[in-house]
């Protein structure tokens, strides 16, 4: 079973930056694309971004483009999601996922089979 383990949550003020890390245990992720989600009190969880399992594709949410950056370091099986000029609306859990499938990218919450636990991320002066 493939485990993942997010860290690197909380709190900052707007237009700081943060950088979540995601652990991966049990499985090694070179066939798994990762995406990372965030999840806001009342709100729908939704895709932040994309990663696939080569890299060579990555897709960002149009609310977070310019701003965050993802990557991955197969080498230590962990990807991560860089967050700079955050915002108060960036306030949320965030989540990262895999998806074994073909290791392409996906943008529903049930096309990964894989979650961590997430981490708090709250953006507020």
């Known amino acids: 079973q493939l485990q993942l383990v997010e860290s690197g949550g909380g709190l900052v003020q707007p237009g700081g930056s943060l950088r979540l890390s995601c652990a991966a245990s049990?499985?090694?992720?070179?066939?798994?694309?990762l995406g990372w989600f965030r999840q806001a009190p009342g709100k729908e969880r939704e895709g932040v971004s994309c990663i696939s399992s080569s890299g060579g594709n990555i897709i960002y949410a149009e609310s977070v483009k310019g701003r965050f950056t993802i990557f991955r370091d197969n080498a230590k099986n962990t990807v991560y999601l860089e967050m700079n000029s955050l915002k108060p609306e960036d306030t949320a859990v965030y989540y990262c996922?895999?998806?074994?499938?073909?290791?392409?990218?996906?943008?529903?919450?049930?096309?990964?089979?894989?979650w961590g636990q997430g981490t708090q991320v709250t953006v507020s002066s």
């Open positions: 049990g499985l090694t992720l070179d066939y798994f694309a």
């Open positions: 996922a895999a998806r074994r499938g073909l290791g392409g990218c996906a943008n529903g919450p049930w096309e990964y089979g894989y």
